[in-house]
C-alpha cells in the first residue's frame, strides 16, 4: 500500500523572494521602453583586424587657407594625406570624403571649390607629388615606391565650430549591410562603410588660426 505524504506548500526564501520580484520589474520596465530590450541589433563596428583590402592611411595636418575668389577672401579647410597599398596586388583608390561641423553641417570634399582654388592651394604646399581629388582616383600598385600623395579641399562656412570631424571613405573594402526597423512596416536597408573618422578640436574663432594646423583629438575607423 502506498502512502501518500501530506501536502506542503512551496515556500519562498527571502532571495528567493526578490529575485522574483526583481525580474518583474525588469520586464515591466521592458515593456514600458525604459529599459531596452536585448533583441535591438547594436550599430554595426568595424572589423578589430581587416577582413578585406585596406591601404595604409598618413593622414597630415587639417588647416585653414584663405583664397581670393572674384575679388573676395575666402576661407577653405584643407587636408593632406599619403595612401600606400601594403596589401597586395592592384588596388582602385576613389576617396570619398565628408567634413562635419559640430552644428552637423556636412559638406563633400570639393564641392563648391574651383579648380583655381585647388591650384592656389596646391601651389602654396610645394610638392611636385601632390594629386587633387580628381587627379588621384586611380589604380595603386603595391609598395612604398607607389605611395600617394592627396589633399582634400572644402569651403569654411563655419568659422565658429568648435570641432570638425573628416569622414575619409575608399580607404577599405569592408562594408557591412544594416536594417533599421526591422520589424516594422517599413524597414530600411543601409549598407555601411569602414571609414577613417578625424576629429579635431578648433576652439574659437577660426578666423584668426592663419596656417595653424588643428588639434588631432581622436582617430579611429567606423562604420558609416
Not at 197 to 209: C, D, K, V
Request: net charge neutral; proline share 8%.
Amino acid at each position: 500500500m502506498t502512502r501518500l505524504l501530506p501536502h506542503r506548500p512551496n515556500r519562498q526564501t527571502p532571495l528567493s523572494r526578490l529575485r522574483s520580484c526583481l525580474v518583474a520589474a525588469v520586464c515591466a520596465l521592458t515593456l514600458l521602453g525604459i529599459v531596452p530590450s536585448t533583441t535591438h541589433a547594436a550599430a554595426p563596428e568595424p572589423s578589430p583586424v581587416p577582413t578585406q583590402w585596406e591601404f595604409t592611411f598618413e593622414p597630415g595636418p587639417l588647416r585653414l587657407a584663405w583664397v581670393d575668389v572674384d575679388g573676395e577672401h575666402k576661407p577653405f579647410f584643407y587636408l593632406t594625406y599619403r595612401v600606400t597599398n601594403h596589401w597586395g596586388g592592384v588596388k582602385l583608390f576613389a576617396p570619398d570624403v565628408a567634413l562635419m561641423t559640430d552644428n552637423s553641417n556636412v559638406l563633400r570634399s570639393g564641392r563648391d571649390v574651383s579648380a583655381a582654388v585647388t591650384e592656389e592651394i596646391m601651389r602654396r604646399l610645394d610638392n611636385p607629388l601632390l594629386e587633387s581629388q580628381i587627379d588621384i582616383v586611380s589604380n595603386v600598385l603595391e609598395g612604398v615606391e607607389h605611395a600617394r600623395d592627396g589633399v582634400v579641399i572644402w569651403p569654411a562656412q563655419d568659422l565658429l565650430a568648435d570641432e570638425v570631424t573628416v569622414f575619409f571613405a575608399g580607404l577599405s573594402g569592408e562594408f557591412q549591410s544594416y536594417i533599421v526597423g526591422r520589424n516594422t512596416d517599413n524597414p530600411q536597408r543601409y549598407t555601411l562603410r569602414k571609414t577613417m573618422m578625424l576629429r579635431y578640436s578648433t576652439p574659437g574663432e577660426l578666423a584668426r588660426q592663419g596656417d595653424k594646423p588643428f588639434e588631432l583629438v581622436e582617430k579611429r575607423w567606423v562604420m558609416r
